[in-house]
């Protein structure tokens, strides 16, 4: 059987992958927790560093200049990648993580009060979880949990069941990282405008794998980290839509957010400057901003396209194996297998892959009632990145099969 | 890559799926509890002592890796019929062991056995299931009521 070209040959585009001295041993497949970087944009943050140094936003000479064209150009770019209306809707955060606890101490604890409800899926990534209860201790409301069946597909009846007058805000993530489910967020986000609540997705796992339109999607925000997408650790954003934002309180406060200071009143700046207190990590903006030219590049269809091509691999690959069950099998996936072997932990499953040069992820993967669903302590994890290829798959099941062997 | 045998030998392999001592005790005198979260690894650890400070019996059940199983069942095995002292410095030994404080070749020590975990020095994410079972023994026999490896 000949299989599907695959579209994409990108390794080469990174120097850790395709060292020589690794290219044939090493298989990295935890593109899920973090992906590797394209040499262009280590390149552009090591030039910024090196020839166009400078503070944003407050500098009137040319480098400071230079240097806040670029970062404000970025949200621009980040606003045309996700469909947004402007890029002031756009505020650059840590990541997924700071955004949605942006999100919860502002918006959470000024527009939701005692006996509101809040809506997460069973399926949630920890991050979508432990900002909410602050909010909810906090503020005397309570979290309502969407289930998800045997597939780990959320349960829309019941969803629709959960909604009431009392549903402030509903929080889902676009794809499940541990599952990989493709959550239908038009659809939940509709319903959830029926009632007057937002909705707030959780992007980590989609924004660097389709296409995404947060217009089409209906979704009041929408989070993600630059490092699951090529971009540097410690940079991501928040988008709300404007009319949101406007509304909400200063998260952090200090320099660059307000517009005047004196020791009795300060004002504050119009978003998304009112949600960026001090200097900014601006080298990262900058391997952000290379990132994102480096995915739209290569375009998100084709990115898409490549991983499901190999996530069918992967899956009949993995199907054959006997003992393995593979654990969330939504009919709507996105790149990411987890499974589980008889009779095997699957951090002994992640360690005997290491040894075999195979790096994936095995653990709970910071969501804990996910796994509790699915009633295993753990899973090993899978997932994949637009410069994987069936080598690489190969590579895996082989591991596995030598895992098997080592316990059988 | 090579060096799998450096960590999951035959003897591990063997205590891995035939966990000795693996069994709840009901007449116990001392218990406790140690769970990993990074690894959900969960075991509880009981002890019977007597008033001279000999471990009479000990046992665990529970659920985890290949390592942490393995590790509560050769402890369980070493320590069995000992003094409370020995397993309170065999507690120390190995933990230096499987930090790589101490090398069981270089260093004299009362390991025996147990110099089969010094492969896990080797994987630093490891090391927290080689030591679950100690933490809980130690914590058994402090009388407190959770060990953890955090």
């Known amino acids: ?408 | 890559m090579s060096g799998r045998n450096d960590l999951y030998q035959q003897v591990i392999l063997d205590h891995n799926k035939n966990p000795r001592n693996f069994k709840v005790m009901q007449a116990a005198t001392h218990e406790c509890d140690g769970h990993n979260p990074l690894c959900g690894d969960q075991i509880r650890l009981y002890v019977k002592k007597t008033a001279d400070g000999t471990i009479e019996d000990i046992s665990f059940n529970g659920n985890g890796c290949a390592i942490s199983k393995s590790s509560a069942s050769l402890m369980t095995v070493a320590v069995k019929g000992k003094a409370e002292s020995l397993a309170r410095q065999l507690f120390s030994e190995f933990h230096k062991m499987v930090t790589g404080e101490l090398d069981p070749e270089t260093v004299t020590n009362q390991l025996g056995k147990l110099t089969i975990f010094s492969g896990v020095r080797e994987y630093p994410s490891r090391i927290k299931c080689a030591s679950l079972s100690w933490h809980a023994l130690l914590c058994a026999l402090d009388k407190q009521d959770k060990a953890s490896t955090e």
Not at chain 1, 178 to 187: E, M
Not at chain 1, 192 to 201: E, K, Y
Not at chain 1, 324 to 334: V, W
Request: aromatic share 8%.
């Open chain 1, 1 to 408: 059987m000949s299989l599907p070209t695959l579209p994409l040959d990108i390794k080469r585009d990174f120097p850790l992958l395709s060292n020589p001295k690794l290219a044939s041993t090493f298989h990295y497949l935890d593109n899920a927790a973090t992906t590797h970087k394209p040499e262009m944009v280590t390149r552009a943050m090591d030039d910024f560093y090196r020839f166009g140094y400078g503070t944003v936003r407050r500098g009137v000479y040319k480098l400071s200049e230079g240097a806040t064209a670029n970062y404000e150009g970025t949200r621009k770019k980040i606003a045309n990648l996700i469909g947004a209306e402007s890029s002031e809707e756009i505020v650059y955060t840590s990541g997924s993580t700071q955004s949605i606890n942006l999100v919860a101490y502002t918006y959470g604890r000024k527009f939701i009060g005692k006996g509101d409800e809040i809506i997460l899926s069973q399926i949630e990534h920890h991050a979508n979880i432990v900002p909410w209860q602050m909010v909810a201790e906090e503020v005397g409301a309570k979290i309502l949990v969407i289930p998800c069946n045997d597939r780990g597909e959320l349960d829309m009846e019941a969803y629709a069941k959960l909604l009431s007058r009392k549903t402030k805000l509903v929080g889902v993530n676009h794809i499940s990282n541990a599952l990989g489910t493709l959550n239908p967020i038009q659809k939940i986000a509709a319903m959830a405008h029926t009632v007057g609540a937002v909705i707030l997705v959780d992007g980590a796992q989609s924004v660097a794998h389709c296409h995404v339109n947060v217009k089409e999607l209906g979704a009041d925000f929408f989070v993600f980290s630059g490092h699951k997408i090529f971009g540097p650790t410690g940079i991501g954003a928040l988008w709300g839509r404007m009319e949101l934002l406007d509304r909400m309180p200063p998260y952090q406060r200090g320099g660059d957010m307000i517009q005047t200071v004196t020791f009795e009143k300060s004002t504050f700046q119009s978003p998304p400057h009112r949600f960026e207190a001090g200097t900014p990590p601006i080298a990262e903006v900058v391997g952000l901003s290379s990132a994102l030219d480096y995915v739209t590049g290569i375009g998100l269809d084709r990115i898409s396209e490549h991983e499901q091509l190999l996530l069918n691999y992967a899956t009949k690959k993995l199907s054959d194996i006997k003992g393995l069950t593979i654990i969330g099998q939504a009919k709507e996936k996105a790149s990411i297998l987890s499974f589980v072997l008889e009779g095997i932990h699957p951090h002994d499953i992640g360690t005997v892959l290491d040894q075999e040069g195979v790096a994936i992820r095995a653990g709970h993967h910071c969501a804990q009632p996910t796994m509790q669903r699915f009633n295993v302590p753990a899973t090993a994890r899978i997932s994949l990145g637009p410069y994987n290829d069936y080598s690489d798959i190969d590579a895996a099941e082989k591991a596995i099969r030598k895992t098997l062997e080592v316990f059988g």
